[in-house]
């Protein structure tokens, strides 16, 4: 996992994430690079990281242009987020960025970006995935 600085605040990306970044290089390499950027800055933005936990909260900045909602099927089983990028070019625009929030570490945990036709299904196996692996990191609900 790479880690963001220190701060009040910090980003840790899970490496599924990471793969699911890699294969979107593959077949995006600019979207998957404006992606990549955002969330190194967000990592070191305060500013930005304050904000992702606001449900339905809108960006409008140039290069940081977001949307925060919660994942809302499995909001009362788990803190699941997802964030989507408007300013990112190509087939990256129809990806979401999936994260949680550990409030006693203040670390947000990136766990995966994820095309946004699974449309959320709590049977698709990204939603499987993506807490299994919020469970294994033993984030709270």
């Given amino acids: 996992m ?3 600085p220190g701060g009040s605040y910090s ?3 899970h490496e599924d994430a990471e793969k699911d970044l890699e294969a979107l290089y593959e077949v995006d390499e600019e979207g998957a690079a404006s992606i990549d ?3 190194e800055e967000a ?4 500013k930005v990281l304050e904000r992702l936990l606001e449900h339905r909260y809108r960006s409008y900045d140039a290069g940081m242009d977001f949307e925060v909602q919660r994942w809302a099927a499995l ?3 788990f803190g699941l987020w997802r964030l989507r ?3 990112v070019p190509g087939s990256a625009a129809s990806y979401r960025i999936i994260y ?4 006693i570490q203040r670390r947000y945990y990136i766990l995966g970006i994820v095309p946004r036709t699974f449309d959320y299904d709590p049977n ?3 939603t499987h995935r993506i807490v299994s692996t919020y469970q294994a990191l033993g984030l709270p609900p």
């Fill in 124 to 126: 698709h196996p990204f």
């Fill in 37 to 39: 950027v955002f969330l």
């Fill in 85 to 87: 990028l408007f300013d």
């Fill in 100 to 103: 949680a929030f550990h409030g």
């Fill in 75 to 77: 909001w009362k089983h």
């Fill in 11 to 13: 980003m840790s990306i």
């Fill in 43 to 46: 990592a070191s933005s305060p």
């Fill in 2 to 4: 790479k880690y963001s």
